[in-house]
Structures are given as C-alpha cells and as structure tokens.
C-alpha cells in the first residue's frame, strides 16, 4: 500500500487521461479544419446579419425617428375610447371568436380522418405515407392570411371566407399532430379489441380513439385561443371580424378607438387562454385517473 494515495490517485487519473488521448485523437487533438469551423460558421453568419441590415435599409437613425413617433402615437391612443361603436365593435368580436371557433373545429374535424391515413401504425406503406405526408405539408406551407385572401376571391368577402381560412390552414397541422399521437398509442387495446373478434375498424373506434382523444381536444382548445389572434388578422383583408374595424380606425388615425380595440382583443385572448387551460388541465387530469 502507497505512504501517499493522493500522489496515487492523480497518477491514476493522469494515466486515464492519457488512455482516454490515445482512443480519442480525433477530440483532444482535432484537425485544423475541424478548429477553423466553429470561427468560420460564426463569421459567415456574422456577416449575413450584417450584410442582411445593410440591403433592408437599416439604420439607427430610422429607429430613434420611429421611437420618437411611436411615442406620440402612444400618447393619442389614450385613454381608450369607443366612441358610439362600441356595440358595433363587440359585434364585430363575437364575430372574430365565432370564426376562430368554427374554423378550428372544422379544421379538426376534417384532419381526423386524414391523421388516421397519415399514421404509420394505421397505414404501415411507406411510400403511400411519404406522399400523403407532404400532401398534408401543403395545407401547412401556405399561411392564414394566403389561405383568407384566396377564399375571399372564391366565396366573396365576409366571415364564411374566415372561416374556410382558418380551417385549410388548421388542417395539416392538426393533422401532423393527431397522425403522431395515435402513432404513440398502445396497440395493447387495439389487439385486445382484434382477439375478441373486432375487425381494424373497431381496433381503431375501441382502440385507438379512446387514448387519443383527449389529447385532440386538447390541442384543438388550445388552437382556438391561437386562432383568435389569426381571426383578427384576417379580418384586415376583408374575412370579417373585428380585424376590419381596426383596419379602418388605423388608416383615418382614430388612435383611442385602435387603442379600445386593441384591450377588447387581449381581454378576448386572455379570457379563452384562461377558459381553454383550465378545460386542458382538466381533461389532461381525468386522463390520468
């Protein structure tokens, strides 16, 4: 036995880490290349940012000018005012809520089925997933407001072109999210359900359906307090809503009526976040029981 075991565990450690240098070249003595990447990634993007400010026209004194501006703006929106049309504006946001209401519920509706196709445990053909997969990319790539402005020129302006906005951009997402849950479900039911002498069918109704389904409610709330939002926005183009009045306070610089709608919005989007958490937690904790 060694007089000194601190002398003898650092000599240990000092021959592990020799050790560990002689299996691992590549990390404790890297190329030049491998050294110059980091640097090199940080420069290139140091650059890009630098040159992306330059070719947007960005310039601190534009910033300092708008500040200077936004302030005044600031100070004519208060206090709040509605002026005579206030009943006309909460009309107008009971209609936005009623469009991001019916719109996600047809979105997640629709979806359903096409999560069902788009699941692997479902539908186990990989080239028939892989296409119907990016079919479904298609509905996500395409924005709220593209989808509004294009069923504005297909069924005329109003909340039905909303609507079908909000519902063909919900539809892929709610489908890549639906698709991914019941890939994750317990197939322990499903066979349960196929030995007592169901077909896939009712694998699926009896099987699957049961444990997914609170999760699809919760994320179809969980958009329709997201959707709210998205309906104010599209109602600036003309896919009815409140989004139409706060266009139009804005251009004719009627800022206490910008600065009312604006607190009917948050107030609208904090009551249905507050509604829609509570609803969430408490179908996440019957789930769970």
């Known amino acids: 036995m060694t007089d000194n075991p601190g002398a003898a565990l650092r000599h240990a450690a000092l021959a592990d880490a020799a050790a560990m240098v002689i299996r691992h070249p590549a990390v404790f003595r890297p190329k030049l290349a491998d050294r110059l990447l980091g640097p090199a990634v940080v420069a290139l993007l140091m650059g890009l940012f630098a040159y992306s400010l330059v070719a947007l026209g960005f310039t601190f004194e534009r910033i300092w000018n708008g500040v200077g501006r936004l302030g005044t703006i600031v100070v004519h929106m208060l206090p709040p005012d509605a002026g005579r049309f206030f009943w006309i504006y909460l009309d107008a946001l009971g209609e936005t809520v009623a469009i991001a209401l019916l719109g996600t519920l047809l979105g997640a509706v629709i979806a359903v089925p096409l999560a069902l196709l788009a699941a692997k445990n479902i539908v186990p053909n990989r080239l028939f997933h892989f296409g119907w997969r990016r079919g479904l990319d298609f509905f996500r790539a395409i924005d709220v407001l593209i989808w509004a402005l294009i069923w504005i020129n297909v069924v005329g302006l109003g909340p039905f072109a909303g609507i079908l906005a909000i519902a063909m951009s919900d539809i892929g997402g709610f489908a890549k999210l639906f698709s991914e849950a ?15 002498g169901g077909g896939a ?89």
């Open 182 to 196: 019941i890939e994750a479900a317990d197939r322990k039911p499903i066979e349960g359900v196929v030995a007592a």
């Open 201 to 289: 069918p009712h694998g699926i109704r009896f099987g699957i359906l049961p444990q997914v389904l609170p999760i699809m409610i919760s994320q179809v709330l969980y958009y329709i307090e997201s959707n709210t939002r998205s309906a104010t926005i599209i109602g600036i183009v003309g896919a009815g809503g409140i989004g139409l009045h706060l266009s139009d306070t804005i251009r004719v610089n009627e800022w206490q009526n910008v600065s009312f709608l604006i607190v009917m919005i948050l107030v609208t989007v904090a009551l249905i976040d507050a509604i829609s958490t509570r609803l969430r937690f408490a179908i996440i904790g019957r789930r769970g029981t």
